[in-house]
């Protein structure tokens, strides 16, 4: 079993910067690939970055290529979603998740754990 602990959510202004993390647990991390999901209000979960499990590979929506960067730390079993120059279309619940494999997916249904979901605001 993982758990996936989320922080670094929060109210920012259109233009700022965010840097969510994601810290799971279990010795297994490291084989694992990892992404970062969002969902707005009244719609679907869409795919944000994913990562493998070194880091040596990392995707992205399109939309949000040059603003938005993942990054782990397996020495910490930790995985990090920068994100730059947030609109206020970036508001959403984002979600980290685990895949029991070291590739990555850019489809929620390729994960087999999720986080809480953490809250990102950001005011026009």
């Known amino acids: 079993q993982v758990q996936l602990v989320e922080s670094g959510g929060g109210l920012v202004q259109d233009g700022g910067s965010l840097r969510l993390s994601c810290a799971a647990s279990?010795?297994?991390?490291?084989?694992?690939?990892m992404g970062w999901f969002r969902q707005a209000p009244g719609k679907e979960r869409e795919f944000v970055a994913a990562i493998s499990w070194n880091g040596g590979n990392a995707d992205y929506a399109e939309a949000l290529k040059g603003r938005f960067f993942i990054f782990r730390d397996n020495t910490k079993n930790t995985v990090y979603l920068q994100m730059n120059s947030l609109k206020p279309d970036d508001t959403a619940v984002y979600y980290c998740?685990?895949?029991?494999?070291?590739?990555?997916?850019?489809?929620?249904?390729?994960?087999?754990?999720w986080g809480q979901g953490n809250q990102v605001t950001v005011s026009s």
């Open positions: 998740a685990a895949k029991t494999a070291p590739s990555i997916s850019t489809r929620a249904s390729g994960y087999n754990y």
């Open positions: 279990g010795r297994t991390f490291t084989t694992y690939a």
